[in-house]
């Protein structure tokens, strides 16, 4: 099986893992812009797995990496949504404790 023939969904799976991972890291270390960047990143390749494997999973449905790089794509891009959304709260939160000192 060459790379074009189902591998490339489960890479990108597997960058955006690494991706998501450092965030956390740097996040914990006081690089969040950094961070920010990194996550980003994360979610362009988690997106990607999720079309590639998507597709190469459709060609080939006994491809288990090509339905490891879907499932892995859906799953981070669904924890980004839900880490996008609690970070929009927290900021409005925290705009409203300033706006009432």
């Known amino acids: 099986m060459s790379f074009e023939d189902g591998m490339k969904g489960f890479t990108f799976g597997i960058i955006s893992l690494i991706c998501i991972g450092v965030n956390i890291i740097l996040s914990f270390v006081g690089l969040s812009t950094i961070a920010g960047i990194?996550?980003?990143?994360?979610?362009?390749?988690?997106?990607?797995a999720f079309i590639y494997g998507k597709k190469e999973y459709a060609a080939d449905p006994d491809n288990k990496k090509a339905k490891t790089g879907k499932t892995i794509g859906l799953v981070l891009i669904i924890i980004n949504i839900v880490f996008t959304v609690l970070a929009?709260?927290?900021?409005?939160a925290l705009m409203g404790l300033a706006a009432s000192l």
């Open 38 to 48: 990194i996550s980003l990143a994360g979610l362009v390749t988690a997106i990607l």
């Open 88 to 92: 929009i709260v927290a900021f409005i």
